[in-house]
């Protein structure tokens, strides 16, 4: 069965960095293209970002202003988003998500979502 399996996440103080996972089973990342999202309270689901072998990383929310990495561990089916700096704005459940082959900004073009993951950012 194909799955997102989400780790990461917490409370952090602002200012400081975090590394959210996303471990594919059952799902080729070679053909499959994993995007993350966050979701802030009483807010809609926005895209951040995302990793295929044919787009490379794609940035989709400018506003984050270069504050995250994605990238990509082929030997252990995992794609990791980094994101430093992070803001109280920052806090929100983010999501990782896959699609076949491209990317897209698009979240009704994902198919199987991770568990998601709560990230708070306070001090």
């Known amino acids: 069965q194909a799955q997102l399996e989400q780790s990461g996440g917490g409370l952090v103080q602002p200012g400081g960095s975090l590394n959210l996972s996303c471990v594919a089973s059952g799902i080729e990342l070679d053909y499959n293209a994993i995007g993350w999202f966050r979701q802030a309270p009483g807010k809609g689901r926005k895209a951040i970002g995302c990793?295929?072998?044919?787009?490379?990383?794609?940035r989709y929310e400018d506003w984050m202003g270069g504050r995250f990495t994605i990238s990509r561990d082929n030997g252990e089916n995992t794609v990791l988003l980094q994101i430093n700096n992070l803001l109280p704005e920052d806090s929100a459940v983010y999501f990782c998500a896959q699609r076949m082959y491209r990317c897209s900004r698009d979240i009704g073009a994902y198919g199987i979502w991770g568990q998601g993951t709560q990230v708070t950012v306070s001090s």
């Open positions: 990793i295929s072998r044919s787009d490379g990383t794609m």
